[in-house]
């Protein structure tokens, strides 16, 4: 069974970085293509980023360009989300997902199989 687990989440001024994490539990981890997605209140859960390990390229949203990096520590089965210049509009839950297969479109939460509980992220202005 596979297990996703996001720490990192928290209180933030407007401009300040912060990095999330997700531990994923498995043994084949690093075939594993990885995805963050977020929730506002009121709001559809959205596409942040994504890392496409066959293809060894990571995807973001337009909001997340520039800003974000997705990264991945096969070694300690964890991806990370840093998140620089963080602004109000960025407060939502934030989730991890996961799937062994390639999405036909990674942008898309259903292609996703396993997901975590979700990290608060709040950024007062």
């Known amino acids: 069974q596979v297990q996703l687990v996001e720490s990192g989440g928290g209180l933030v001024q407007a401009g300040v970085s912060l990095t999330l994490s997700c531990v994923v539990s498995?043994?084949?981890?690093?075939?594993?293509?990885m995805a963050w997605f977020r929730q506002a209140p009121g709001k559809e859960r959205e596409f942040v980023a994504a890392?496409?390990?066959?293809?060894?390229?990571?995807y973001y949203a337009d909001s997340a360009k520039g800003r974000f990096t997705i990264s991945r520590d096969n070694a300690k089965n964890t991806v990370y989300l840093q998140m620089n210049s963080l602004k109000p509009e960025d407060t939502a839950v934030y989730y991890c997902a996961a799937d062994p297969r390639r999405p036909r479109y990674y942008n898309d939460y259903g292609a996703y199989h396993y997901w975590g509980q979700g990290t608060q992220v709040t950024v007062s202005s």
């Open positions: 498995g043994r084949t981890f690093s075939s594993y293509n």
């Open positions: 890392f496409i390990w066959s293809a060894d390229s990571a």
